[in-house]
């Protein structure tokens, strides 16, 4: 029973590890064109970070000047929502990409009204998908019908299919952004766009790596040394990239390092599948020690059968069949029970995995295969390496090689289940020191509300809705930031100083933004609207900014800069202490912050307002303000708000998922172990009987016994964790290398896997060894 359970809990982990990497995988196979599409990443070296960003001069000369390169596909915007006005109905309609021409030539989906060949040639075509379609004129035979959506008149030229299969891409409608393509023909450091490259049947991404890096990015360095006045050379070193990176399109989802569609986790998938491997390998520790322990105790039959002529192959087959039969009948149960956990799985992954993928049988039944060799294979061929006589006498338990071959295996166990006691500890403490540690703002009953609706003018929007809002009952505070904490939305510029020159985050705002949202002011003053200059050039920066470009304080307000999103120059007036915008496995990096006014890019681009709430009806004041917006703001446009806390929250999300999962993990682990080491030690123990009788006639007490048969396993269970802890040291430091903000390794991890494993054994073993001592004495000694 033990050996099944542990088997049935190994092989269920393992399914289902593998069928989330599996599901991961699986994304965009679908694309009959898959092996040629490529996606476009730049490293930067000063940054030690990676871009998925690229300008649109720089994609249309690669494909002019490199002969492996088809084409290329731009991507301005996706996940857009807006109101879409047709003759039949009015409705918001989201999940909108902005897209060059050639997006069918890319993504083939199929057409089901009109027709992909020249679906995007124009300013006005839009396409849409069936259930757009379907949504806005009540048929899918939509072709040649008109929308009219951002104040302007489109007409449907295509109506399409979403894949079925897994895929990050399917969009609900999709339209060229003209007046940004025509804007930035020309512009080589304007990096609005995301980009995939087709590449020729049997191109080398390899070698069209090397000649972008030749004719494009020289290219690009060359244009703007000669408008900067720095040489190639020098301009390469301030602005980069450094290296470019081509993530086939398939490998997206796991392996991108960056993307418009999120950044791959590829190594939190090793993480989980090689956790689930150690459990499946701890439970075919059990099996194996076990039918050892087993096998040894049948040493005299085993004897018999070689007497009588049995061959080591005939010997071998015996346990291949009866592993065989047990594993087998493990991998039935961890069948039933997958399907049976499968919903809570893809509860917890956001999935809709379902068990009918022939790869998860095959690969889980080859391990199956794997553990039940092992299990036959290890016993049979020691047992079969002894003379006859020898195992007649029974001494096989007794010969050195078998008790090194249990207290190996023994071990081994050991160390997985401290590594899992340690591994949970560290993993929890960090998650701890994450949601504890101080983010230097405060974003407490803040609502960020998103406009909906494109306005000419949004910036006197949002002052229009600023006063309006502010008469609301049970509004504190009324704002606007562009660069928000946990929204995952950025714009970053080149700041240069003289021959310096560091890439920082915009955050254009109203006045009082940073006073709003809690933020400490260290030096200097905040911005004031009482002094024009504070519309016109003057900034309040981070510490990162100030560090980043090697000032002390007095230096940065002596200076003046040129950022990258206006041609004047700007002052600094006040340093504030840093906070997170991003998640806290990332350095705080350099903001600038200055009001929305300044530059007439930033003026259009203000794109929401934030209400910081009273705490005395905040449901009351919520209510009311959704009220103002659906029937005065922005009628007839979905109410899109939430809490800037709640928002940045969710960036822990992944790492309190792993928290859980190598807490339920370590219950598994300790669980299969514990019943592992209470079989084994109830076999062991079970072979020393006659010694217990022996010492017990002898006058031992029960102490003595009790701890004469414990001790083994203790000493077993001590080398155990000082093997494991190198070990974990090693891969713990590791991953806490992928946090910015991170605990010192600590002490005590170590020492409660050292008490716990120690404490455990002791009582697991202890339990059947005080039963020894209670043996009936004439039963074990009456052939003496």
């Known amino acids: 029973m033990i050996n099944i359970f542990g088997l049935t809990v190994g092989l269920t982990g393992f399914m289902m590890i593998l069928m989330h990497w599996n599901d991961e995988e699986s994304y965009e196979k679908w694309n009959p064109k898959k092996d040629q599409i490529y996606a476009f990443q730049a490293y930067y070296a000063k940054e030690k970070s ?55 030539n890319f993504f083939p989906f199929k057409i089901i009204s009109g027709s992909a060949k020249n679906a995007l040639k124009t300013e006005t075509s839009v396409a849409v998908s069936k259930q757009t379609a379907k949504k806005l004129f009540g048929t899918v035979n939509a072709a040649g019908e ?12 295509a109506v399409y299919e979403l894949p079925e299969e897994n895929s990050q891409i399917k969009p609900e409608f999709i339209f060229i952004p003209a007046e940004q393509l025509k804007a930035d023909k020309e512009q080589w450091g304007n990096y609005n766009f995301g980009c995939f490259f087709m590449l020729k049947k049997g191109a080398d991404p390899a070698v069209v790596k090397e000649k972008f890096k030749k004719d494009i990015i020289e290219l690009r360095a060359a244009l703007g040394a000669k408008e900067s006045g720095m040489s190639v050379q020098q301009y390469m070193n301030l602005y980069g990239p450094d290296d470019l990176l081509l993530t086939p399109l398939e490998g997206l989802k796991l392996h991108a390092k960056s993307s418009w569609f999120g950044t791959g986790d590829f190594k ?17 520790i059990n099996f194996i020690n076990l039918k050892t322990a087993e096998a040894s105790q ?72 794997i553990v039940t060799l092992l299990s036959g294979l290890i016993p049979a061929f020691y047992l079969s390496s002894f003379k006859a006589i020898e195992t007649l006498k029974g001494n096989f338990s007794r010969s050195r090689h078998g008790v090194w071959l249990r207290n190996g295996i023994l071990t081994l166990q050991l160390v997985i289940s401290s590594f899992f006691i340690i591994g949970g500890l560290i993993v929890h403490s960090q998650v701890q020191y994450m949601m504890n540690k101080d983010l230097g703002f405060n974003g407490k009953q803040i609502m960020m509300i998103t406009f909906s609706e494109n306005d000419p003018k949004p910036w006197l929007k949002y002052e229009r809705l600023k006063t309006e809002l502010s008469k609301i009952e049970g509004v504190e505070a009324v704002s606007y930031g562009e660069a928000v904490a946990g929204s995952g939305r950025s714009s970053n510029s080149n700041i240069d100083y003289q021959q310096q020159s560091i890439n920082a985050e915009n ?27 504070d519309t016109i050039s003057n900034a309040i920066v981070n510490e990162a900014f100030v560090k980043k470009l090697g000032w002390t304080d007095e230096q940065a307000f002596q200076r003046s800069f040129k950022p990258g999103f206006d041609h004047k120059k700007y002052k600094i007036v006040g340093i504030v202490k840093d906070f997170n915008l991003k998640s806290l496995k990332y350095k705080v990096e350099p903001v600038i912050f200055f009001h929305y006014r300044q530059t007439e890019w930033k003026r259009f681009n203000v794109y929401n307002i934030q209400v ?21 703001a922005e009628p007839g446009y979905p109410f899109d708000y939430y809490f800037i806390n709640q928002k940045f929250a969710k960036t822990f999300e992944q790492y309190q998922k792993q928290q859980t999962l190598f807490t339920i993990l370590n219950a598994m682990v300790l669980m299969v172990a514990l019943l592992g080491l209470f079989a084994l030690s109830s076999l062991m123990i079970e072979q020393k009987l006659k010694d217990v009788a022996i010492r017990k006639t002898l006058g031992a007490s029960d102490h003595i016994l009790v701890f004469g048969l414990t001790r083994q396993f203790l000493w077993i269970t001590v080398t155990a964790v000082f093997i494991s802890i190198p070990i974990c040291y090693y891969l713990m430091n590791e991953w806490l290398k992928d946090f910015a903000y991170r605990i010192d390794m600590p002490v005590w991890p170590f020492l409660v896997s050292f008490c716990v494993l120690l404490g455990l054994t002791f009582a697991v073993v202890s339990i059947k060894a005080y039963k020894a001592t209670k043996v009936n004495l004439v039963k074990y000694l009456k052939y003496e």
């Open 50 to 104: 990676y871009g998925g960003n690229i300008s649109y001069p720089m994609a249309f000369n690669a494909v002019k000047r490199i002969p492996e390169i088809e084409d290329f596909i731009l991507f301005n915007s996706s996940g857009i929502g807006l109101k879409m006005t047709t003759k039949y109905t009015t409705a918001f309609q989201e999940d909108g990409y902005a897209v060059s021409e050639s997006f069918f």
């Open 146 to 157: 008109s929308i009219k959506f951002d104040n302007k008149n489109y007409i449907v030229t």
């Open 268 to 284: 939190t998938i090793m993480i989980l599948f090689t956790l689930s491997v150690l459990i499946l390998v701890l439970s075919a």
């Open 298 to 369: 049948r040493a005299k039959e085993v004897g018999v059968r070689k007497a009588l002529g049995g061959t080591r192959f005939s010997l071998m087959m015996q346990f291949f069949l009866e592993a065989f039969m047990i594993c087998l009948l493990s991998y039935f149960l961890a069948l039933a029970l997958t399907e049976l956990l499968l919903p809570s799985f893809n509860k917890f992954f956001d999935k809709e995995i379902k068990l009918n993928d022939w790869h998860i049988y095959a690969y889980s039944l080859a391990m199956v295969m």
């Open 507 to 533: 955050g254009s705002m109203d006045y009082d933004y940073l006073q709003f949202i809690g933020v400490k002011l260290l030096k200097g003053r905040w911005l004031n609207p009482a002094l024009a200059s």
């Open 612 to 632: 910081k709430i009273k705490p005395d009806d905040i449901d009351g004041t919520i209510n009311r303000i959704k009220k103002y917006w659906g029937t005065s």
